[in-house]
């Protein structure tokens, strides 16, 4: 449960950072309201699933989740430029959640 909580933070982190991008410096009334919204939902379902995951693992991956959906959203919807390089990226990105994931909750290994 922790997981999934975490994912959809890191989804809602992405909604807070297009909704801030959006509120033009705090100068439009809603999307600034959006923007408090959204980051109050996402830091506190950080901070939920941080009662059972590792903090490294779960910030990692909750800011992963956040940096790849905003950049796609951007790419996709906001026009912004779709590189090789950015296409890449957030494949590593995305290859690096998974990662974290499968190997998070992995036992320890003596060296």
């Keep these: ?32 309201v959006l923007f408090v919204v959204l980051l109050v939902g996402s830091m506190g379902g950080l901070a939920w699933s941080l009662r059972s995951l590792p ?12 940096a790849s959906v905003t950049a796609i959203v951007g790419m996709v919807w906001l026009g912004e430029a779709v590189t090789v390089g950015k296409i890449v990226s957030l494949v590593l990105i995305v290859a690096g959640i998974v990662g974290l994931h499968v190997f998070g909750d992995a036992p320890e290994v003596a060296v």
């Design 1 to 32: 449960m922790a997981w999934a909580v975490l994912i959809g933070s890191g989804i809602l982190e992405a909604g807070w950072a297009l909704s801030l991008k959006a509120s033009d410096g705090f100068t439009r009334l809603w999307p600034s």
């Design 55 to 66: 903090v490294g693992v779960a910030y990692a991956v909750w800011t992963g989740i956040g």
